[in-house]
């Protein structure tokens, strides 16, 4: 049975090689896995949770699964209003400003990019 710190350092390492999978054109496989990673990563900690949702969110976007992709930005800027992550949350928001763009929803865009702006200003590592 894997202990709580070894499923956060497996979520961890999915997130992080995100890139990796892209580079290698396996989108899918890594949309699986992120996907059956979500339930741990909610029950290890909210910053997994967002972070899974981030990538989620992310790959939706690339997919144009617009409607999916808001549901995970929305979750994720909740889960970053209260979580001190300030890279993470920034993503979230950019991430919510592209789908706003590609879904047409220009007067929503200034409101993301705000948010991601405030996030960037509190210090990214």
Same mark, same amino acid.
Request: with cysteine; charged share 25%.
């Given at each position: 049975?894997?202990?709580?710190?070894?499923?956060?350092?497996?979520?961890?390492?999915?997130?992080?090689?995100?890139?990796?999978?892209?580079?290698?054109?396996?989108?899918?496989?890594?949309?699986?896995?992120?996907?059956?990673?979500?339930?741990?990563?909610?029950?290890?900690?909210?910053?997994?949770?967002?972070? &899974?949702?981030?990538?989620?969110?992310?790959?939706?976007? =690339?997919?144009?699964?617009?409607? !999916? $992709?808001?549901? +995970? #930005?929305?979750?994720?800027?909740?889960?970053?209003?209260?979580?001190?992550?300030?890279?993470?949350?920034?993503?979230?928001?950019?991430?919510?400003?592209?789908?706003?763009? &590609?879904?047409?929803?220009?007067?929503?865009?200034?409101? =993301?990019?705000?948010?991601?702006? !405030? $996030?960037?200003? +509190? #210090?990214?590592?």
């Amino acid at each position: 049975q894997p202990t709580t710190e070894h499923k956060r350092t497996l979520i961890r390492l999915l997130c992080d090689n995100v890139v990796v999978f892209q580079l290698l054109f396996r989108y899918e496989e890594c949309y699986a896995r992120l996907l059956e990673a979500l339930p741990t990563a909610a029950e290890v900690s909210p910053e997994l949770e967002g972070m &899974v949702l981030n990538r989620l969110g992310h790959m939706e976007w =690339a997919f144009c699964a617009l409607d !999916a $992709a808001k549901a +995970r #930005g929305r979750r994720a800027s909740t889960i970053w209003a209260s979580e001190e992550n300030p890279r993470e949350q920034a993503y979230c928001e950019l991430m919510i400003g592209w789908v706003h763009l &590609v879904a047409g929803e220009f007067a929503e865009i200034p409101a =993301a990019e705000e948010e991601a702006l !405030a $996030a960037v200003s +509190r #210090g990214i590592d």
